[in-house]
């Protein structure tokens, strides 16, 4: 089993900043692919980022040049550096992993067997 454990959600105003981390414990070596989806309220979870164990990333088009995904490899933990946020990212965030990556489908919930519990991002105006 891999357990997940976000944490460094709080609540910001319009074009701060938050990071994110993800503490991964348990069997990791089954870690090939870790994610970061976002939940708000009546929505879909949707996929953020993802990131391989290669270190390739991929990104949501909305959080493109603002959100930056990382990982160590050494302590077992995920990152999302969150920048110039907007009320629109308002949502809680869910950390996510799988012994394989899809490439194809990175941002749907399917493709990861991990999950943490999440941690909330408010954003106000």
């Known amino acids: 089993q891999v357990q997940l454990v976000e944490s460094g959600g709080g609540s910001v105003q319009a074009g701060g900043s938050l990071r994110l981390s993800c503490a991964a414990s348990?069997?990791?070596?089954?870690?090939?692919?870790m994610g970061w989806f976002r939940q708000a309220p009546g929505k879909e979870r949707e996929g953020v980022a993802a990131i391989d164990s290669d270190g390739t990333t991929s990104y949501a088009d909305s959080v493109k040049g603002r959100f930056t995904i990382s990982k160590d490899n050494a302590k077992n933990t995920l990152y999302l550096q969150l920048n110039s946020l907007k009320p629109e990212d308002t949502a809680m965030y869910y950390c996510a992993a799988d012994g394989d990556c899809y490439y194809s489908s990175w941002y749907s919930v399917v493709a990861f067997g991990y999950w943490g519990q999440g941690t909330q991002v408010t954003v106000s105006s």
């Open positions: 348990g069997y990791t070596n089954r870690v090939s692919c």
